[in-house]
């Protein structure tokens, strides 16, 4: 089936870097991917939606310039925090659709974003 | 807002039992309403959806009930397992799915031996 990768799985780092989290499709071409951020125990909320060569469109109340997405190919997307403070904290999931109409999301396994 | 309400909040049932998760939807154009299964540290798994131009969907011991004029749905799990304890979440979308999924609120689901 189809597999979505999300690299790195954690990271710990100090308030004031920035963190680059990258989404592969493995077998097929992501037309459009998407960005989710999940709180402890509470659901995933849409951040953004990224679509191959294109600029994101960021839901509201999401700050595109401390969450810049980029989607170059039609196999990756890379999601950077930028200058990251402990309220940044979260786990991070993308997700990737191919192009053909009716096709499901798949969805990464996460990125546990820690900050210090 | 919250466009689809999900409840229980968490669900403890017995091994064998059945498990039922209810959801709530208030926008009509949603035309796709899958279900994730997720387990800890890990990305949502797509476990069934249904097209509201059904009213049941199954799938091995997973059904989806589907009631279009009531605007809810529901996941039965039959013959529950400890192996199905998870976080499930509920979800809606439009265009068949091919635009932004919005999700329930999730029921945290422990089957006991």
């Known amino acids: 089936g189809a597999v979505v990768s999300q690299h790195p799985s954690r990271v710990i780092c100090k308030s004031g870097t920035s963190v680059k989290i990258e989404c592969r499709s493995l077998?097929?071409?992501?037309?459009?991917m998407f960005w989710y951020r999940q709180f402890p125990k509470q659901s995933l909320m849409l951040m953004a939606t990224s679509n191959e060569g294109s600029k994101a469109t960021y839901e509201q109340g999401v700050e595109k310039d401390k969450f810049l997405i980029n989607h170059a190919s039609l196999t990756l997307s890379t999601l950077t925090v930028t200058s990251a403070h402990p309220e940044d904290s979260s786990f991070y999931i993308c997700s990737a659709r191919g192009g053909a109409q009716k096709q499901p999301q798949h969805f990464g396994d996460g990125t546990r974003l820690s900050i210090l | 807002q919250q466009q689809v309400k999900q409840s229980p909040q968490s669900l403890i049932v017995q091994k064998g039992g059945i498990s039922i998760i209810n959801c709530a939807y208030e926008?009509?154009?949603?035309?796709?309403f899958p279900w994730y299964q997720q387990f800890p540290g890990k990305g949502p798994a797509l476990l069934i959806a249904i097209r509201p131009d059904v009213s049941e969907k199954k799938e091995g011991r997973f059904t989806i009930s589907f009631n279009k004029s009531a605007k809810q749905f529901s996941l039965h799990i039959m013959d529950s397992q400890p192996g199905d304890s998870a976080t499930y979440f509920c979800?809606?979308?439009?265009?068949?799915?091919?635009?932004?999924?919005?999700f329930g609120t999730g029921t945290k689901l422990q089957v006991i031996p």
């Open positions: 077998d097929f071409q992501a037309t459009t």
């Open positions: 979800a809606a979308s439009m265009g068949g799915g091919y635009q932004k999924v919005t």
């Open positions: 926008n009509t154009a949603f035309d796709y």
